[in-house]
């Protein structure tokens, strides 16, 4: 693996998330946190995780059969319903586990599973786990996915599944044409808006809400450890999905429930995404410098319309030399590597937060372009 610049190893954060980190012991401007809106140093969640721990205590004891379903849980619930608009919701320990444990519960053998060949890892274990045969169709291509549900014509049920924006390429579902593709052919859908929820749509609550789509998406899932800044995830859906999953989903019944703090965290952080847009904002506008000022350097940054700015290196050691030139100059942008993404298209995920200053933007175009004489001379156009 280290031959190969394929070794990980883990960073040191010390202190808290914010729009620069004390990693490894320097202070850097941080371009790879998915808490797009800086919410997980919020004072508002801090607090309201703060007060859920004196009135409810540290733990939840049990899953949530037993003795773990607390107040909080059912009024997140609740919450995370009316947010999505649709008729039921039901929290899990995180979105790894939601993923696995809904595909192995919503389909099984004799059934057909279609999914984007960039489909998260959590997704393509759920996948193996359900024993369903599964096509997997070509990145966002429509031809590919109605082919492949043609040949699923004989399946027992088809259940297509898709992340809403990708999370190492920053691009966009066509979740639309999609919808209509399920609908023709009669087959599910199922949507990770890990990269979504709190970023997009009129109130924050994802791609399916800005496009009016909540009714014919059947089963939307998301993690509320990213923008929403906490941790833990999400499905939402009808009642008769959640109470299917109570009754089946291993990944939802064989586990601790999550402690109060969690979910109080969780109920603050709708609350501000629903109440203050001028976040989502502030994040467009930051995303918008930053690709603009990485274009005019020359690099290439592929169709994201997202705060997911991925920049191809293509060989994986290359882009850790990469990476490694940009945190030595003060700018932390992780260098993703095989497996997480396919071989030859190692990048740097640069994401964008709704608390980056101009300034830190301006330093950091700085740095890109310091390094990119000194490193990159073929990525010039
Ligand atoms: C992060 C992520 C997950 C996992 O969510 P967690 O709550 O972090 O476990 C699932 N799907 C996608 C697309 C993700 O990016």
Not at 21 to 46: K, Q, T, W
Not at 216 to 227: H, N, P, S
Request: hydrophobic share 45%; proline share 3%; with cysteine.
């Amino acid at each position: 693996m280290r031959a190969a610049g394929l070794y990980r190893q883990l960073r040191s954060v010390q202190g808290d998330q914010g729009p620069t980190l004390r990693l490894d012991g320097r202070e850097v401007i941080n371009f790879s946190s998915n808490n797009y809106l800086g919410l997980a140093n919020h004072p508002a969640l801090a607090a309201a995780a703060k007060s859920a721990i004196d009135r409810y205590g540290c733990g939840s004891g049990a899953s949530r059969l037993i003795s773990g379903n607390m107040t909080l849980h059912e009024e997140l619930e609740a919450k995370l319903a009316r947010f999505k608009n649709t008729e039921a919701a039901l929290v899990f320990n995180s979105g790894f586990q939601a993923n696995i444990g809904l595909l192995a519960t919503l389909a099984g053998e004799g059934d057909a599973i279609l999914s984007d060949a960039l489909n998260h890892a959590s997704i393509i274990d759920g996948c193996r786990l359900s024993k369903a045969k599964t096509s997997v169709y070509a990145h966002c291509d429509l031809d590919s996915l109605e082919t492949a549900l043609r040949q699923a014509a004989a399946a027992r049920r088809r259940l297509i599944v898709t992340e809403t924006i990708f999370s190492m390429d920053g691009d966009e579902a066509p979740l639309g044409e999609i919808v209509e593709l399920a609908e023709k052919y009669d087959a599910m859908v199922m949507v990770d808006e890990a990269h979504g929820t709190g970023v997009f749509g009129a109130n924050g609550a994802g791609v399916v809400a800005k496009l009016g789509l909540a009714s014919r998406v059947a089963i939307q899932m998301g993690t509320l450890g990213k923008a929403l800044g906490g941790f833990g995830a999400y499905v939402a859906g009808s009642r008769g999905l959640c109470d299917l999953l109570i009754n089946r989903c291993r990944s939802f019944i064989f586990t601790t429930s999550l402690p109060p703090a969690v979910m109080a965290m969780a109920l603050a952080a709708i609350e501000l995404v629903q109440s203050e847009p001028q976040r989502r904002a502030a994040l467009q506008r930051n995303c918008q410098r930053l690709k603009q000022g990485l274009r005019g350097l020359g690099f290439e940054l592929g169709e994201s319309e997202s705060p997911i700015l991925p920049l191809i290196v293509g060989d994986a050691a290359r882009c850790m030399v990469l990476s490694a030139a940009l945190l030595e100059r003060g700018v932390f942008a992780q260098g993703i590597r095989p497996p997480t993404v396919p071989v030859g298209t190692s990048r740097l995920r640069i994401t964008s937060m709704a608390t980056h200053s101009n300034d830190q933007i301006h330093r950091a175009l700085n740095v890109f372009e310091e390094v990119k004489r000194q490193w990159l001379p073929t990525t010039t156009s």
